[in-house]
């Protein structure tokens, strides 16, 4: 039987008094690494998804290369990842790519810019459209190297305290949003406010900001605004389909060996199917109960969102000579994500928008 | 150094002349299965999903757990893979579970059935939606474990020498299409023919069918159907989304440490998100490479759409009868399938119709 003859040879190899460690015992060595999560606890999809990954390598490796999880503000404050990533306070961290924007504006891409792909387009852009490649001198600038992780699929246009009816009724608006999405809509007139997530809620509240987005129902809900804002708007041009990212300690990665890599790799890839299944359950569910308890869904107007993407590509186009890294990338992703809208237009949001506008009910 | 004192400790119980092997190598015996493919290697995204599912185990245990693909034909007939599972002539299938509605009409819901969940709504219907625990029993009756491990995403509908302008000019074509697409076609008039993939060419140069269906653009254009039907449809209401799995043999499963399953489990997840993207990674390209070569892209009438919307329903209802697995997954996956919709109409649909349509282009 194959399996006893293994272990034979292993015990033999051992017990002849051979001091090198049998092959078997060198590529599972026992290792701990801490991960630093941008998410509290609470938002059990992102911080699920980090969570996962943890699970899938530990039990592939029976417990020997074991990683314990924290939440943001446990090891370093939640938007400080990379930073503790990069200088090996942690071995690993799962956040998102885009918050380190004010160190190269070229972050962006690793999660997504305004009017950018949806999660499916994301993901072939990232694996085999050149995305993780075109990333990588920027990570490898920062010590990191970053295994995609994680989606929320698109996310919401917030909640506002007022309807929207023209671009007038947005301008002096105070909207919690942060990133490229804040630089953008600022073009349009309206006051990006920077919030952490736990003071979204009394900002709305007490009225120093009038609208706020977070991610999706299900997040949102948990976090109260329903209750204080009536209007949710879609869609969140802004993160059409944001990627989170496992960034890895460059040096930590290069010890690793080749099996524990691939442990870990696979269980990112793994994780980044699980949290969008995930959210696409959570959500519809959430959407429900939030519009039982009278909240009221809004598109934005057109003209809105068309000011938006205008000013949206006047950024980019500056920013290409601003950052080296934007230059390298922007055009690579712009074709990318072209060809890509016009199949998945012609093919598969017809499906869909058949199935949504279909008259026809099934009685079971 | 944790390391270290590991391997010294099991040195020390090999040495002590333990006969008991020590708890890591008895978790990573030497085992080799072999997986039997539905598909031709041709297909390099649908065998290529069985292909990294074989290296990602492999590169995972170190080699030790080893797993051999075959394509379709090689070990036995594609379309006999669950049965090739069941009776342990091998290990593994990867594999449509809808080939098998012929045994239970149930099998349908592993992979898809006309007008039902699109890519993202399946995945979130087999993890989190009960998909998965709805759909044991019958795989447990067959002795198999089915892992979700890959889809095609929506497929197209089919090549057509003549175009489909009304309900009246489909009645009467002799179309190449299996499985419930076949079966719900046929009720609006068409003439399902079962054709294997090797002989749809020729079966259309000879004009023994006037149509034929296969997957999407990046496989058909390797079958060559552009050279003989000029009219490429969409959608492909009869695959919407559908489901790729890997199949186990249940007493080959049980027997596996718990580090193997995880190991395997965790593969089949990281190829589902890897086949879908690199469909959408193939699929624009091959589309730009048809119309340049001449196929004319059309939609499926909405009388064609609704007609077979209609009678699908109709089958639906009949099949309660006649399985009791269908009985049982049915209304519990028709509930789903309409909130998911519900939710993606207004959320990511809006978002992708909006990037479709925006008549706001870059400049770089």
Redesign the interface.
């Given at each position: 039987m194959?399996?006893r003859s293994?272990?034979k040879k292993?015990?033999v190899g051992?017990?002849a008094?051979s001091v090198a460690?049998p092959?078997?015992?060198?590529?599972?060595?026992?290792?701990?690494w801490r991960l630093a999560a941008s998410w509290p606890k609470s938002l059990d999809t992102l911080f699920g998804g980090a969570d996962m990954i943890a699970k899938?390598v530990g039990?592939?490796?029976?417990g020997?290369f074991s990683i314990r999880t924290f939440a943001g503000g446990e090891i370093v404050p939640g938007l400080q990842v990379l930073d503790a990533v990069q200088n090996g306070t942690v071995e690993l961290g799962h956040t998102a790519p885009y918050y380190y924007i004010g160190k190269d504006v070229g972050f962006a891409f690793g999660t997504c810019v305004p009017?950018g792909m949806?999660?499916?387009?994301s993901?072939?852009?990232?694996?085999?459209?050149g995305g993780n490649e075109v990333m990588e001198p920027l990570f490898t600038e920062y010590g990191v190297k970053a295994l995609l992780s994680g989606n929320t699929?698109?996310q919401?246009g917030g909640w506002w305290r007022k309807p929207i009816k023209s671009l007038a009724d947005i301008k002096g608006v105070k909207f919690r949003i942060g990133g490229l999405g804040g630089r953008v809509i600022a073009k349009i007139g309206v006051v990006p406010t920077m919030v952490a997530g736990a003071d979204i809620y009394p900002s709305l509240e007490k009225g120093t900001i009038d609208a706020a987005e977070w991610v999706?129902?299900y997040d949102d809900e948990k976090l109260g605004f329903q209750k204080v804002a009536k209007y949710y708007y879609?869609?969140?041009?802004w993160e059409?389909g944001p990627r989170l990212m496992t960034l890895v300690n460059l040096k930590k990665w290069d010890e690793l060996p080749?099996?524990y890599k691939?442990?870990l790799e696979?269980?990112c890839?793994?994780a980044?199917?699980?949290m969008?299944?995930?959210y696409?359950?959570?959500?519809?569910?959430a959407?429900?109960r939030l519009i039982a308890g009278g909240t009221q869904?809004r598109?934005f107007p057109k003209s809105v969102?068309?000011a938006s993407?205008?000013g949206a590509?006047e950024l980019?186009?500056e920013y290409?000579g601003k950052s080296k890294h934007w230059a390298r990338i922007?055009?690579q992703w712009?074709a990318y994500r072209n060809?890509?809208?016009?199949?998945?237009?012609?093919?598969?949001?017809?499906?869909?928008?058949?199935?949504?506008h279909?008259k026809?009910k099934?009685?079971?």
């Amino acid at each position: 039987m194959q399996r006893r003859s293994f272990l034979k040879k292993a015990a033999v190899g051992l017990a002849a008094g051979s001091v090198a460690a049998p092959a078997i015992a060198q590529s599972n060595p026992k290792i701990s690494w801490r991960l630093a999560a941008s998410w509290p606890k609470s938002l059990d999809t992102l911080f699920g998804g980090a969570d996962m990954i943890a699970k899938w390598v530990g039990e592939m490796t029976d417990g020997n290369f074991s990683i314990r999880t924290f939440a943001g503000g446990e090891i370093v404050p939640g938007l400080q990842v990379l930073d503790a990533v990069q200088n090996g306070t942690v071995e690993l961290g799962h956040t998102a790519p885009y918050y380190y924007i004010g160190k190269d504006v070229g972050f962006a891409f690793g999660t997504c810019v305004p009017f950018g792909m949806n999660d499916r387009q994301s993901n072939a852009w990232w694996h085999f459209g050149g995305g993780n490649e075109v990333m990588e001198p920027l990570f490898t600038e920062y010590g990191v190297k970053a295994l995609l992780s994680g989606n929320t699929g698109t996310q919401m246009g917030g909640w506002w305290r007022k309807p929207i009816k023209s671009l007038a009724d947005i301008k002096g608006v105070k909207f919690r949003i942060g990133g490229l999405g804040g630089r953008v809509i600022a073009k349009i007139g309206v006051v990006p406010t920077m919030v952490a997530g736990a003071d979204i809620y009394p900002s709305l509240e007490k009225g120093t900001i009038d609208a706020a987005e977070w991610v999706g129902p299900y997040d949102d809900e948990k976090l109260g605004f329903q209750k204080v804002a009536k209007y949710y708007y879609a869609p969140g041009w802004w993160e059409g389909g944001p990627r989170l990212m496992t960034l890895v300690n460059l040096k930590k990665w290069d010890e690793l060996p080749k099996n524990y890599k691939v442990a870990l790799e696979t269980a990112c890839h793994a994780a980044n199917e699980w949290m969008m299944a995930k959210y696409d359950h959570e959500n519809p569910k959430a959407l429900r109960r939030l519009i039982a308890g009278g909240t009221q869904l809004r598109y934005f107007p057109k003209s809105v969102m068309e000011a938006s993407e205008k000013g949206a590509y006047e950024l980019y186009k500056e920013y290409m000579g601003k950052s080296k890294h934007w230059a390298r990338i922007y055009p690579q992703w712009l074709a990318y994500r072209n060809e890509e809208i016009e199949w998945h237009r012609f093919n598969d949001n017809t499906y869909e928008n058949y199935l949504w506008h279909s008259k026809i009910k099934a009685k079971i």
